[in-house]
Structure formats: C-alpha cells, structure tokens
C-alpha cells in the first residue's frame, strides 16, 4: 500500500507541475506542490515536493525538465516529537518523458497513532516555507459486521456483501474497499504470484467492457454482484490453460482515510490502471504556502476463504 501511494501522487506531482501555472492567457504564477500520505499502520512515512513551471510554448508537456525539488529540509512532528526526513530517489517507471529517478522524502522511524494530529513542514532551499496539519483516523475499535465470510456464498442473495463499523469514530472519515483474488499463474513453468481486483461494475463501451472499482465514500459497507464475481474469477486464466492457475485466498481490503486525504481522493478520478490521475479543476488542497495535500490512513484487510470445491469447477489448483 505504501509502495502505491507513493507512486500515486508522484503522478500526481508530474501533471500538477504542468498544469497549475499553465494558462496560455494569463501572467504565469509559480506554485510549490507537496504530497505527504501518512500510513498509520508502518514506520515508513514519504513527502514529495515539487513546482510548476512555466511551458516555453502551448504545449505544457514539452517541458521535460524534472520538477523535483532537491535539498528541501522536511520534518514529520508528531506526540511533540520531531523527525527529520532523508532525501533519497527511485528509478522512474515511466522515462518517455522525464529521465531522472524520481526524488522524494522519507523516514522509517514514526508511526503515528489512532487520532494523534501530526505537522508537515517543509523549507525550500530559497527560503520557501510549505506547512500542514492533519489528524490520523481517530476510532476505538474496528470490526468487520455482518459480512460473508467464503466464496461460493451460501445464501439466496445475488450479492456479496462487505461491512465493516468503526466504534467512536471521529468525524467525515472516508472509505476505500478492494475485493481481490491472490493467485499464482505458471508462466514458463515458473509460479508467478499476481492478484486481480474484482470490478464492482461493468460498463459497455462499443464492443468492449468497461471495469468500475469502488470509489471513496462515507459507506460502511460494499455489494458486489455474484455474476461479476464469478465471471471474474472464471477469467483468471486468460486464454491459457486453467492448470496453471493455483489460487490462495480472496481479501477484502479496506483503507480508512482521514477528512483531509478523502476530500482530495474524492476531488479526483483514478482510471483502470489505478495511476493514471485526472486533476479536476477544484481539487482539494490544505497545504498553506503551496499546493497539495497532507493526509492520512490506515488499512484493514480480511481473508476470504475460497472453498476447493468452487476451486475446481473452474479447473484451477488449490
């Protein structure tokens, strides 16, 4: 999850840096972009930092100049304590426009606690100061309620049901559900482990089929349609043959987000690969002396058995 938040808003960074300050008609303003994600459930905590910049033409993607600000001084306060971030670089996945690594900042000592507010500040090299507040998810207890426990379902519903209910709870926290199947798939005779997230939905477009995930909402709980389920499941083998299939286990995965990161999920729309990021032209942002967002939340997951009798009907191994 950490690994996918980072990468998730060091998107995020790219299109906002060309995006903010770009407007063909206007006196170009600079913009100090910073994205921090507080995982509640690790010590590894990341910060991104970065600006916008102005097009030398109308095409703000020309530009390929590394935004990334370097050498930044970024601290994580917390329970009155303060931790000091190290600089460090990931080799970037995608290099059609940017060749650099990607540059962000990152502790592994702080793990914060149920409810505890925490301060994001970061100095700039030219004296620029970017700062932000938060509150971690604040509950007493989680438990999931109600919910099936195995697949097949045993019951007369069309429907698979996910619920979950966090006792004293603070207020507008936001929920994001994930039904997945773990699997391994035998690829020139090796076991390659993968995971497929079941589509909520499914959309025509054309002669083709759109998949719809859950989306972040205030919902405790989530539906999925057995048909869908089912169908997904069925299609784990591709066009290959389904003996290189072994199964492990469904999970129901469920981020808990703060007030904060959930407004801003919600001010912007992820597409199929999960990454690609659609900046709406209100997003949210609670980054005083910039843009961005400082947020926070943990994750919960639960085991779904798969029973080796369905296993079989699709003649998968277990």
């Known amino acids: ?68 600000i370097r050498d930044a001084v970024v601290t994580i306060t917390g329970m009155d304590k303060e931790y000091v971030l190290r600089d460090t670089s990931i080799e970037r996945a995608d290099k059609s426009r940017y060749t650099t690594d990607e540059y962000f900042y990152y502790t592994d000592e702080f793990k914060p606690k149920i409810g505890e507010e925490i301060e994001l500040r970061a100095v700039l090299p030219n004296g620029k100061v970017l700062t932000s507040k938060t509150k971690l998810p604040g509950f007493s207890l989680f438990s999931w309620t109600n919910s099936d426990e195995a697949l097949p379902i045993n019951k007369i519903y069309s429907q698979v049901l996910f619920t979950w209910k966090l006792n004293n709870a603070s207020d507008n926290l936001v929920f994001l559900p994930r039904f997945l199947i773990h699997y391994y798939e035998k690829i020139n005779g090796v076991n390659v482990k993968k995971e497929k997230e079941i589509p909520l939905e499914l959309v025509k477009l054309g002669s083709s089929l759109k998949e719809l995930f859950p989306s972040a909402s205030g919902k405790d709980y989530v539906l999925y349609d057995t048909t869908i389920v089912y169908d997904t499941f069925k299609e784990l083998k591709g066009s290959g043959n389904p003996s290189d299939i072994t199964i492990i286990n469904g999970e129901v995965e469920l981020t808990v987000m703060d007030k904060n990161l959930g407004s801003y999920y919600s001010s912007i729309q992820t597409l199929n690969d999960g990454y690609t990021i659609k900046i709406y032209e209100t997003n949210y942002s609670n980054i005083e002396g910039g843009i961005g967002i400082l947020g926070s939340y943990f994750t919960f997951k639960r085991n779904i058995e798969i029973l080796h009798d369905f296993i079989g009907r699709f003649g998968y191994n277990f």
């Open 1 to 68: 999850m950490k690994r996918n938040f980072l990468l998730f808003f060091v998107i995020i960074i790219s299109i906002i840096s060309c995006e903010e300050g770009f407007e063909p008609t206007a006196e170009f303003r600079e913009d100090y972009v910073m994205f921090g994600v507080i995982n509640g459930d690790t010590t590894y905590q990341s910060v991104v930092i970065s600006k916008s910049y102005e097009p030398d033409n109308f095409n703000p993607y020309a530009n390929t100049n590394d935004p990334d």
